[in-house]
């Protein structure tokens, strides 16, 4: 739900990032996590630059830029795995992230066959060119796409309705996280539910 216009700087820079579902499965290799975000110059795409520990990347946005509160920017997205260096082009490698204001959002992935949450906040980085950055995102990602000698995925087509519902992989579900460690989680990045208007967002 669009509740006011979203901030410009928002939508640019890098955002610290915790997602429990990584944590919990490779807990030495997720201590840190972060992920860098640009509009290209025509402002036609969306670029993620990504470091989730276990797995990298780049995201190229499948929906319109975000402008306003609330919207949810929706993403396919190349990579690789940590250790052998394993690439992964998947229709199924989806994603979206949802933006709450005041430098905080909330996003799904799926990758290899689970659907994670992951929650982020904004790192205050003054005087940084993002734009200039997202000519390299996307010679990675098409990149990705030439490989010869590596192990390419191409399987079936995008799960978009997954991304609307929570799954039994996700960090929400009932089994996987409870009230107290949600708390926990949002705490450590000030991630905290604002009210707007008539609406909560969280």
């Known amino acids: 739900k669009r509740l006011g216009d979203l901030p410009t700087k928002d939508n640019e820079g890098r955002y610290n990032i915790m ?3 990584l944590r919990d499965e490779w807990p030495d290799d997720t201590e840190k996590m972060s992920l860098k975000m640009s509009i290209s110059r025509g402002k036609s795409h969306f670029w993620v630059w990504f470091h989730f520990g276990i797995v990298s990347g780049i995201m190229r946005s499948c929906s319109t830029p975000p ?7 929706r993403f396919q997205w190349r990579g ?20 709450l204001g005041e430098g905080r959002i909330r996003g799904r992935m799926r990758w290899d066959g689970q659907l994670f949450e992951f929650v982020g906040k904004k790192v205050p980085i003054e005087g ?15 990149e990705i796409n030439e490989a ?10 995008p799960r978009w309705d ?4 929570v799954s039994s ?20 990045l000030f991630l905290k539910p604002v009210y707007r208007g008539s609406s909560w967002i969280r």
């Not at 690789?80 to 933006?99: C, H, K, L, V, W």
């Not at 010869?148 to 087509?157: A, L, N, P, V, Y």
């Not at 997954?162 to 519902?165: K, L, N």
Request: aromatic fraction near 14%; glycine fraction near 8%.
């Open 128 to 142: 940084a060119d993002w734009i200039s950055r997202v000519q390299d995102w996307k010679d990675e990602y098409w």
């Open 148 to 157: 010869t000698d590596w192990k390419i995925r191409w399987i079936g087509t």
């Open 80 to 99: 690789r795995e940590e250790g052998e260096g394993e690439m992964t082009y998947d229709e199924e490698n989806t994603a979206s992230i949802t933006f």
């Open 67 to 73: 402008t306003h509160v609330g919207d949810k920017v």
């Open 19 to 21: 997602a429990l579902f």
């Open 162 to 165: 997954e991304f609307d519902e």
């Open 169 to 188: 992989n996700s960090d929400t579900a009932d089994e996987e996280m409870g009230e107290s460690e949600k708390k926990g989680c949002y705490e450590d």
